[in-house]
């Protein structure tokens, strides 16, 4: 892969016309850069840091993170008296309300991702797309488990019949078989409509009445135990948002049965795909940032052109019919080109005009943390997901709270130690930032308070080791932009969801927008190796 040499203002470019220009190289932008090379296109792919992903890294260290929120890849200011020549500048407030605590260790090395806490399905659009760009031999991954916060208790959340009769779901006995009992049923039933959907012939185990229900009423149609719907809602479907409220109030974070559906659906496939990957889900060997590298490397065998400590600074205008043609980079030189793709940090009086896909008065938010520990979450794990349902903290949460636990296992961290990623969807910072110190607290412990209030004793008791042992932390807010089209096309930020099906999807989309007679990352496209193999996780 072509990259820049350490002193980029030197380099000139040749040649000086491309078919696109990608400006970043964070996950959307690194797979279109892939998808244009694949189709025939001539690409050049600059970033203006000094390292692949953008906002999509894994290669900010933590005690750098603060100043690099704080900064966003600002280019730097073009003046020109030319007409046709139209400075770029850099979007402000995408990353706000930044606290730390603590001394980040001197020893060993640490890699913290900006878009956790994320995880891969592994029957998910992600890994398919991995496979057929090649980038799956570039990348390890390693299973997560996946536990659920339930009054002051983490529970696992079985990933097979056998694991729901196996597991210790309730301290009465009697309740937890009627609650074993009643889940296994549903999990009969939702094995039975998948099967059901992927036959012509099938007949659907659950009416098409119900699949337009709310999920949660269908749900206690099920007969469910309340612990049992949330673990269904929140820590299996992956619902975002209280579904009490939102049926409540009728409001679009509401789940239907029928989206509840296809993400369980998601679930139960993923189990199972890979020998080594007990559960659903897989993390990547050295942090997310490896995954736009993946595409990087697949877009620089097609022939894509990578100078890094690059940014572009401004952009060049036909001034008689008023249309793009190219852009200026840092170094001053010129490149033409039919079609510019830019990362988020940067904004274009064309970007700026009024769009009806967003509300400016209230974009949408997430609530981010990162904490460096020396305990565990729960004894004797390492790569764990916890979900912290709606109202599990406080009343205030309104929205599902997310903690992925990594170990030193994954790269990421040295031995001894854990990075903990934290999230939760806001529309108020003051709540957002509130409801991930709560679980901060809940979990590590905090120099404020014992952590005790409202916890049970068998909490306090498991959870001992976990107990003071916060070394070090970062929590901020993060506004999240959407891909915007064009001749000038912006990618999105990275988002409030666990996986990347949004952001894959919309990158698709914006894939079709440039070339609607274009095959995306067709499957014959990626290099052929001698020891593939599409069984294993790692």
Request: charged fraction near 20%.
């Given at each position: 892969m072509a990259a820049a040499a350490d002193d980029s203002s030197a380099v000139t470019i040749e040649p000086s016309s491309f078919d696109v220009v990608v400006c970043g190289t964070g996950l959307p932008e690194s797979i279109?850069?892939?998808?244009?090379a694949a189709a025939g296109k001539t690409v050049l792919h600059v970033d203006p840091n000094p390292f692949y992903g953008s906002h999509f890294s894994?290669?900010?260290?933590?005690?750098?993170?603060?100043?690099?929120?704080?900064s966003s890849a600002s280019p730097p200011s073009t003046h020109s008296s030319d007409a046709g020549v139209v400075p770029l500048q850099s979007r402000s407030s995408l990353y706000s309300d930044i606290e730390t605590l603590g001394s980040v260790p001197s020893e060993g090395s640490f890699a913290v991702d900006l878009v956790g806490p994320r995880l891969l399905y592994c029957a998910g659009v992600a890994v398919d797309l991995l496979h057929r760009s090649g980038g799956s031999h570039h990348v390890e991954f390693k299973s997560v488990d996946l536990l659920y916060w339930d009054h002051g208790d983490l529970f696992p959340v079985p990933a097979s019949r056998e694991d729901i009769f196996n597991t210790k779901l309730s301290e009465d006995a009697k309740v937890g078989l009627v609650e074993k009992t009643r889940l296994s049923a549903f999990v009969r039933l939702v094995k039975s409509h998948i099967a059901a959907q992927e036959t012509e012939e099938g007949k659907a185990s659950i009416p098409e009445e119900d699949l337009d229900l709310p999920f949660l009423e269908f749900l206690k149609k099920q007969k469910l135990t309340p612990k049992m719907i949330g673990v269904v809602l929140y820590a299996i479907a992956m619902a975002d948002y209280d579904q009490e409220d939102a049926a409540a109030d009728s409001c679009k974070t509401l789940l239907t049965t029928r989206d509840g559906m296809k993400t369980i659906a998601l679930h139960f496939k993923s189990i199972g795909r890979f020998a080594n990957a007990k559960g659903a889900f897989i993390y990547p060997m050295h942090g997310h940032g490896e995954l736009p590298q993946a595409f990087c490397r697949f877009a620089a065998?097609?022939?894509a052109l990578?100078?890094?400590?690059?940014?572009?600074?401004?952009?060049?205008?036909?001034?008689?019919?008023?249309?793009y043609i190219g852009t200026r980079l840092a170094t001053g030189q010129d490149i033409l080109c039919q079609q510019l793709i830019l990362d988020p940090s940067y904004k274009t009086p064309s970007l700026d005009l009024p769009s009806g896909s967003s509300d400016p008065n209230s974009p949408r938010k997430v609530a981010r943390g990162i904490c460096i520990t020396k305990k565990s979450v729960k004894q004797n794990s390492s790569n764990v997901l916890v979900v912290f349902p709606p109202k599990s903290l406080q009343e205030q949460q309104v929205a599902t709270l997310r903690v992925l636990q990594l170990s030193s296992n994954v790269a990421i961290c040295p031995a001894g130690m854990f990075i903990a990623h934290l999230s939760i969807p806001c529309v108020d910072a003051h709540?957002?930032?509130?409801?991930?110190?709560?679980?901060i607290e809940v979990l590590f412990g905090s120099q404020n308070s014992d952590g005790s209030e409202g916890h049970s004793e068998k909490t306090r008791e498991d959870n001992d080791d976990a107990k003071q042992g916060l070394i070090w932390k970062c929590v901020y807010v993060q506004e999240i932009t959407q891909a915007k089209p064009g001749p000038i096309?912006?990618?999105?930020?990275?988002?409030e969801y666990l996986d990347y099906r949004n952001i894959l999807e919309s990158t698709e989309k914006l894939f079709t927008e440039i070339y609607p007679n274009g095959e995306f990352l067709p499957r014959n496209s990626a290099p052929q190796h001698e020891d593939d193999d599409s069984d294993s996780a790692e």
């Open positions: 279109l850069a892939a998808a244009c894994s290669s900010v260290p933590p005690h750098a993170l603060p100043s690099f929120l704080l065998v097609k022939g990578y100078v890094l400590r690059m940014p572009v600074t401004a952009l060049l205008m036909d001034k008689e019919k008023q249309r709540i957002g930032k509130l409801c991930i110190n709560k679980a096309l912006s990618c999105p930020m990275p988002d």
